[in-house]
């Protein structure tokens, strides 16, 4: 073949991973495409030479229980989540008060709506960041050299009478169930933003705090990741954080979630009917460097679909983000420069926001 010719042919190649990988596993698949096999240190399991294998257990994050929290027990329990946010920069949520059927529905709408034929889910794709919906695949499908085992649906969702009319028609459910959701996990994350903020015990820059992020942005992130022929060849999603303030996070039956704890890949595991809640960059600025956003990453299995619902919410675009300044002092300098959320967002629309580049860029680096 001519060099002209492998350009064609390997444009065509991308053009049908473009279309995502639901659409790739539905049209038959054995193996795993080139396209989608990452590095081997980068890969689910990764020994080096001179460790054993040894299969780690499963990872039990904290456990904060919200029925414990609004009672007499919650200065108990602030400090479960201020230990949690600064040793594993995640812990998971029960008695939170969302319905379970709330989102089992959401999970099943959101499983109906990717079974949809390609055509239907593909009116939503586009590469405008500041779009309503969003549906696409990989991790930033027109930067990533290696493409990730997802495929994702994201939903502007605060204010939501702003949003809710661009949201998907079909399946005819899916508006009102999913409305009902973004609903609920931003009641859910305005009682755990106040909890998290008095953690901190900063006082009133906390409730300051807590008041500009009850008019910031949600965006609710549907993960779809097919079973996968080979998953110890890819990634669901590779190693990030997240950039928002603090992630709710739901997920079905099925394990994939890792996250870095003490320098080690361990998976998450789930517990029915609970949220995932992790510390997002803005939170790490905001506490000057005291609770952690942490790197996680998502496997994919040979067996079993996979949905997860990731709700991230920030501080609105106009705010400017720093480390609170009654959690810094002349002997706790501000760690990180001051952010403006517009910075944040072109930043991680013309780079890939693989590991934690951004955070690492606003940091201040003193000199002793
Ligand atoms: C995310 C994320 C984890 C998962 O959407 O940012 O980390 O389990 N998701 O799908
Ligand atoms: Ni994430």
């Not at 999970?107 to 034929?117: A, D």
């Not at 930033?140 to 998907?168: E, G, M, T, V």
């Not at 008095?198 to 992020?213: H, M, N």
């Not at 990634?235 to 003490?262: A, C, K, N, W």
Request: hydrophobic residues 35%.
């Amino acid at each position: 073949m001519s060099p002209s010719m492998i350009a064609l042919v390997v444009e065509e190649e991308n053009k049908k991973y473009q279309r995502g990988v639901k659409h790739l596993c539905d049209n038959g698949l054995t193996e795993v495409p080139t396209k989608y096999i990452w590095p081997e240190p980068d890969r689910p399991i990764f020994t080096k030479p001179d460790k054993l294998i040894e299969p780690k257990q499963n990872l039990k994050l904290p456990i904060i229980d919200v029925a414990e929290l609004l009672g007499p027990n919650r200065s108990h329990v602030l400090r479960t989540i201020a230990e949690a946010c600064e040793n594993y920069g995640f812990f998971q949520v029960v008695n939170h008060g969302m319905e379970g059927d709330v989102s089992r529905y959401m999970i099943e709408v959101c499983k109906r709506f990717f079974e949809l034929p390609y055509e239907e889910r593909s009116k939503y794709m586009t590469s405008d960041m500041s779009a309503p919906v969003r549906y696409g695949t990989s991790f930033n499908q027109s930067k990533d050299n290696i493409f990730c085992w997802r495929d994702f649906l994201k939903l502007s969702a605060h204010p939501l009478p702003d949003y809710f009319p661009y949201w998907p028609s079909s399946p005819s459910d899916f508006r009102s169930l999913a409305a009902i959701y973004a609903k609920e996990t931003k009641e859910m994350f305005d009682l755990m933003v106040k909890a998290i903020l008095e953690s901190l015990e900063i006082d009133g820059e906390g409730d300051k705090a807590a008041e500009e992020l009850k008019e910031g942005s949600q965006l609710v992130v549907v993960n779809c990741y097919p079973p996968c022929p080979q998953p110890e060849l890819t990634l669901g999603m590779p190693p990030h954080s997240d950039y928002g303030f603090v992630t709710l996070l739901l997920q079905d039956d099925v394990e994939g979630l890792q996250i870095m704890y003490r320098d080690e890949w361990v998976t998450v595991d789930p517990i029915p009917g609970s949220f995932v809640v992790n510390v997002g960059d803005h939170l790490e600025i905001f506490s000057n460097g005291r609770y952690k956003s942490v790197l996680h990453r998502v496997l994919v299995n040979s067996t079993k679909p996979r949905i997860s619902v990731a709700s991230l919410h920030s501080f609105p675009l106009t705010s400017v983000v720093k480390p609170s300044p009654k959690l810094t002092d002349e002997h706790n300098p501000p760690q990180y420069m001051d952010t403006d959320f517009a910075t944040f967002l072109q930043y991680i629309s013309s780079r890939e926001p693989k590991w934690k580049n951004f955070l690492e860029s606003r940091k201040i680096h003193h000199i002793r």
